[in-house]
Structure formats: structure tokens, C-alpha cells
């Protein structure tokens, strides 16, 4: 393989991470096998399943393929009625997100027990959109089983698929009839965006201003403020310009820790997954700490949610007005951020009151900046007398016998900047020296708010393959 045909092969590998894979999601009332039938697609136990209704209380999302075609498959708390008739407000929630958000639904059904009253509940509301639905009649174990299921065609489907999530009976085929449903999707282009437009997504911890700073920036009232966490359940888009530049801002729904999403209405458990959507098309995310309580686990939490998603990053303290002030605040508390999240130097700190609108509108400046520095790129010339530069500087701590040789770098892909790096003994560079890399390419060019990947590759004369280690920013954060 050819230095260049290497080269095209990381950023297509690296191109194919980023596509946006459909999302699948398994609706329905208590029981009826959801979560086994979520392990049985998935591949492995990753929902806690019991006899018991109601076991799932967590959001669950994993990766699943079948016959090469991957997707995201989302298992949900079970649709149920209140008082054994209607289904009540929170439930008409979590159905009309799970609708917004997925691509295509699985709608189950139990066999066993035969139709219910809440089936055909939830498939009214359900059939009210245009998504692509499937009907699945689950605990179809036996033959009797398989026959019963017919009579859920009373739901005013097309079709009702019998399947034993328990015992993999019919699955195989159920997912050739979803396949073929996520291929008929529209293919997923992505949004044509004008030169120099920059989409923000405002994540952070449930009840830091959200809300507040997007109804401060666009200077509408467009969304609920309230004081009750998690009021914010959908992503809400909203248009501005700013310094001659189009921004597109998105309000999301806290993210909040996995404990605190089981304790709340099953909608929380959707707009987890719709601010993770938001974060997929942004350029940009602010995430919001209310400064008055400073850094906490879960926005050390979020912040790594948007490093992984290869985004541009800026730390928004809110709530600026509500804290005493002196000479060293603003310098004591980002002294005390940059020690707790080391991870996080390169994203720039900015103190705001949505409230006030002190500082407000700087927010975007750096959203901008942050937008530009992570579509960056530095010519292949320019950047491997960089790379040697910082060779004769610092030469590639190693763990092994084999002393590393750094051979050339390229720049794979942007957004965010990632760079290739060509060596012998690949597999013994020290992550330190990527490390000091990276700081190497931080000094000579702009790239506050940006996340930088770097890449070491193996490239030898005997061997005509690549492999190696990748480092990113997100490496060493919380999980």
C-alpha cells in the first residue's frame, strides 16, 4: 500500500465514524420483551431484563449491524396507560419524541397475552407521523404463538412480524424487513450550509441558563424558563446573525447522570438522546456551568460527550451576577477548572448572565473562533517541518526495545484538525510525545476551542499495512 492509498484510507475510515447512522426505537407498553429483544439485535446483554414490569428505567442506545448495514437502536421505559385506559401526559411525551427522534420504530407487541387496549393506544399515536413503523409481535414461541399474532393486524398495520426475542426465532428476518426500511431511508447528505455559518448547541447540566441565554441572544421569548429542572425536553433551533456570520443556535435538554435520568418522566430518558442528535449536526457546543456552584462531575460528563463527537468546545460560566466578585474571581476560578479538567485547557472560558445579558453576546465571538479553528488546516509541507521541528526538540519517548522513527505527517480530515502521523515502530511512540505534539501545533497556530487528533501509524518496507495507536483530547476524560 502506497503512502498516499494509507493516507486515503485513514480519512476514510475516520470519514466513515462520522456518518450519522439512523436511529431505531423500541416502543411499547411494559413487558412485552423490549429489553430482550434489544440484547438479541445488539448481540450481547447489555439491558438488565426480569419478569417484572416496568425493569427498564434507563435510556439504553448501542451500535448494532446486520448484513452491513449499522444503526442505532434505542431501548425505552414501557408505554403504559393511567387508570387502565388513557395514556396520560408524560407518556403522550415520551411517545411524540421517540417519534421526532428515530428514524424508524419497532412497535411491540406480546403474543402471549394477546392485543390490548394500550397497543392500540400507542399505535394511534404513533401512526400519527410519518416515520416508517414495524409491528412486532414478541413471545411468538411456539405455533399457537406464531397464529395468535395475526390478530394484532386489528392495529391497522400491513403486516405483523412473529418473532421469540428469547429464543431468536424470526429475528433474522425482522431485521432483513428493517434493513430494507432504514435503506429506503433518504440518504442523509447533511444540511447545505452557507460559507462561514456555525451551528451552536447550548448543552449543560439541567437548569444553568440554557434556555435563558438563547432567549437572551436571539431576544425572543421562544422557549419555557422555569426554575424546575429538565423544563426544556426537545432541541429547539433558532437563527441569528452576528458579526457577519449566519449561527444557528440549539437549545437542548440537560443531560443529566444515568441515576438521575431513571428517577425522572420517560420523556428525560428522549431528550438525553435528543441533545446527543444536536450534538452530532453542531459545529459548536457552549456548555453552560452555573458559576455559583462551579465544576461538577456531570458537566466533566458532557464535556466529554462533546470532545468524542469531534466538536468545537467553549465553557460558558452563567449565572456570573450571582457570585461575589473581586479583582482574581474570574482568574481564581478558571485556575481551579484547569486544574479539575486538565482535558479541557484548549476550550476558552468565557463568564456571562443570561439573565443580564452581561457578556452575553461573547459567547458567539468565541463560538466562531472555535468554528474556524477546528475547520483549520496546515498545508503537508508546513506541517512536517513542524513534525520535524518538534523531533529535534523532543525525540518519541518508548516502552520497548525498538527505538520509534518519525518518517512524515499529513492532515487527514477537518472538522476537528486530524493529523497522521508515519512511523517505524509505531505501537512504541509514548502518548507524552503526542501530547507535546500537539502542544507543538497549539503554539503556531489558532486553535482555541478546537479538539486535535493525532494519529500514529505504522510504516515500514516490510510492511504493507497500517496500525497503531490514536490519541485525542477526550483521552484521560471522564466517562
Known sequence: MSDSELLESVATSLEEERVRLPLVALVGRPNVGKSTLF???????????????????????????????????????????????????????QARIAVASADVILLIVDAASGPNPADAEVAQLLRRSS??????????????RERAAHEFSALGFDRVHPVSAQHGSGTGDLLDVLVEQLRALPEDAGELRAEGEVTVAIVGRPNVGKSSLLNRLTGIERTVVSDVP?????????????AGRHITLVDTAGIRKRGKIAAGPAAEKWSTVRTIQALERADVALLLIDASTGLQAQDLHVAGSVIEAGKGLVIVLNKWDLIEKDGFTFDTLEAKIRA???????????????????????????AIAAADACRLRIPTGVLNRLVAD????????????????ILYAAQAQTPPPT????????????????????NQIRERYPLTGAPIKIIVRERSAEEGHARGRTRTKATGGPR
Open 39 to 93: 440484547n438479541r439485535i445488539v448481540g450481547h446483554r447489555r439491558a438488565v431484563v426480569e419478569d417484572r414490569a416496568g425493569t427498564t428505567r434507563d435510556r439504553l442506545i448501542a451500535e448494532a449491524d446486520w448484513n452491513g448495514k449499522r444503526f442505532r437502536l434505542v431501548d425505552t421505559g414501557g408505554i403504559q396507560p393511567a387508570h387502565g385506559n388513557v395514556i396520560d401526559v408524560a407518556v403522550q411525551d
Open 131 to 144: 416515520k416508517p413503523i414495524i409491528l412486532v409481535a414478541n413471545k411468538a414461541d411456539n405455533i399457537d
Open 230 to 242: 429538565g423544563t426544556t425536553r426537545d432541541a429547539i433551533d433558532e437563527s441569528l446573525e452576528h
Open 340 to 366: 479539575q479538567a486538565p482535558f479541557l485547557d484548549f476550550a476558552p472560558l468565557v463568564s456571562i448572565s443570561a439573565t443580564t445579558g452581561l457578556r452575553a453576546t461573547k459567547v458567539l465571538d468565541a
Open 390 to 405: 518538534a523531533v529535534a526538540r523532543q525525540e518519541p519517548a518508548h516502552g520497548g526495545s525498538k527505538r520509534p522513527k
Open 419 to 438: 493529523f497522521v502521523v508515519f512511523a517505524r515502530n509505531a505501537l512504541q511512540v509514548h502518548f507524552s510525545w503526542q501530547r507535546f505534539l500537539e
